[in-house]
């Protein structure tokens, strides 16, 4: 009888195997034809008889690692395989039949060897004329050495949620997916695709451009550059307000740098005035705070505030920073506040005014004020303020001021990558154009601020609205303007290469803004 048997279910190998059943008598002609090859070839017929073994084998626990270009490092346990193998196994247990005729007497010793690689020894003595039917039975134990031939397939799931990486040129909160190519460590090689799901917030050490952009920065007037060599200036170090004022004044002529150290206390409502001069720096050390001392300039021209505290400046008419018929003044880098208490009377953060001109406000934080930035100090000035006030705002954080922190009268200015918040709920305003103002407000984003943008007729008539060119703000809402009347301001620098996109703004400004963040 003829079996057809998959012996692999994997390789799908197929195998013909004969069924003898044990102990029945051949038909004559398969002895005839069994003496035969017997007599030719001295082997023995092998029956094979199949049988199904079941070979379990455990291979090994794969480990992968895995090599993500963005430097993860992820292990997947890989579950372990088994392979069932179904396959002929030679176990020889038949009696084998063997035949011998001897026509002459003698005494021999056959040596019967069986073609089932068992060796079957038959031993005979006959007499003349004998003939014998000698029965052999072979009940060898066999071994079988079988190869298992299996093919694994795996999913290998990396559960990995670290990842950590380092770019230079943005800050990323969010969910990456990879696909890597996998490695076992057992005797399969397979290529899997790992889907790595990323939860982890990135934490990127962001270097931003901390260089000079704005209007500030634009060669007009009598000033072609901004600033000067430090290598041919006079530096003075100074701890008090005397000493900051006496620098000043005292100055030969040459340009000057005032380095100031420590905590300046005043409660006689004095002021760091710089007036009728041109090209003085002053220049916070570490943690340098002017507490009850503002900073005025007047009739001067480039002029750089930088690295300074300057807080609770007492006085109706006293601002903690004032700039008055001056250009190309460059305030950087400040954290500039007041409170809200009103219990003492304070006045505003930062004003600008009387036509003054070519004015960059940049990496600042001002904050907790009942007063706002103010641009143009009154509606009736316009014949001093109208084609003047060129001002760029950029990379500050207005917070918790009221009723709303930059208000700009006649003039152009360029409000970009700056925060907004306030967080007391009621009314307050971001950005106010008002009397012919032309404001661009780009890539802006507002938290908590009702009017995020708001043209306002100050004035008698309509023309005198101001006008905003609303470019990529947000809020918590989603998207912020236009909003009408509009206008187009010709930004006269670049400036591209500062932009910051408004999902990564915040948390870079909080990392930069203020005072000792200079790189």
Request: with cysteine; net charge negative.
């Amino acid at each position: 009888m003829t079996r057809i048997r998959h012996i692999n279910r994997k390789t799908t190998r197929t195998e013909v195997a004969i069924d003898i059943p044990g102990r029945r008598r051949l038909p004559l002609i398969a002895i005839f034809m069994a003496t035969c090859i017997f007599a030719c070839s001295e082997k023995l017929l092998t029956p094979v008889i199949v049988v199904q073994d079941t070979a379990t084998t455990r291979l090994p626990l794969d480990t992968a690692t895995v090599i993500s270009p963005d430097t993860t490092v992820s292990t997947a346990p890989d579950t372990q395989s088994t392979a069932t193998d179904t396959h002929s196994t030679p176990i020889d247990t038949a009696t084998d039949f063997d035949t011998a005729t001897q026509t002459e007497p003698q005494s021999d010793s056959d040596s019967l060897v069986d073609t089932d690689s068992h060796p079957d020894t038959l031993s005979d003595s006959a007499a003349d004329t004998d003939t014998g039917t000698f029965q052999s039975t072979d009940s060898g134990t066999h071994s079988d050495s079988g190869t298992i031939d299996s093919t694994d397939s795996h999913t290998a799931t990396d559960t990995d949620t670290t990842a950590t990486d380092t770019a230079d040129t943005e800050t990323v909160t969010g969910t990456a997916t990879d696909t890597h190519i996998l490695q076992d460590s057992d005797t399969l090689t397979e290529t899997d695709s790992i889907e790595v799901i990323d939860t982890d917030t990135y934490s990127y050490v962001y270097v931003p451009e901390f260089s000079h952009v704005g209007f500030a920065a634009v060669p007009a007037l009598d000033v072609s550059e901004f600033g000067f060599n430090p290598a041919d200036a006079t530096t003075v170090e100074a701890t008090s307000i005397d000493e900051i004022n006496a620098a000043i004044a005292n100055r030969d002529g040459t340009p000057l740098i005032i380095y100031i150290s420590g905590t300046l206390i005043s409660e006689e409502n004095a002021q760091i005035i710089i007036d009728n001069e041109r090209d003085v720096q002053l220049i916070g050390r570490i943690t340098t705070s002017l507490q009850g001392i503002g900073v005025t300039v007047r009739d001067s021209a480039n002029i750089l505030i930088q690295n300074l505290s300057i807080h609770h400046v007492v006085g109706s008419n006293d601002d903690c920073i004032n700039i008055e018929n001056s250009h190309h003044i460059w305030i950087d880098h400040c954290d500039v506040y007041n409170d809200r208490s009103g219990s003492v009377e304070y006045d505003g953060l930062l004003d600008i005014t009387h036509g003054s001109d070519y004015i960059t406000v940049s990496w600042n934080h001002f904050h907790e004020n009942l007063k706002g930035l103010i641009a143009g100090h009154s509606n009736s000035n316009g014949d001093e303020d109208s084609g003047k006030l060129h001002i760029t705002y950029h990379h500050n954080i207005f917070s918790n001021i009221s009723p709303g922190p930059i208000s700009v009268r006649f003039g152009q200015a360029h409000v970009f990558n700056n925060l907004f918040r306030y967080d007391f709920g009621d009314s307050t305003i971001g950005i106010s154009a008002r009397m012919t103002a032309c404001v661009r407000a780009e890539l802006n984003r507002f938290r908590g601020v009702n009017e995020p943008l708001k043209t306002d007729q100050s004035g008698d008539t309509p023309d005198e609205l101001g006008r905003i060119e609303a470019l990529q703000n947000v809020d918590d809402n989603g998207s912020v303007g236009p909003i009408a009347p509009e206008c187009q301001l010709a930004v006269p620098y670049e400036y591209t290469h500062t932009v910051t996109d408004t999902t990564y703004l915040e948390a870079l400004l909080y990392q930069n803004i203020g005072i000792d963040r200079l790189r």
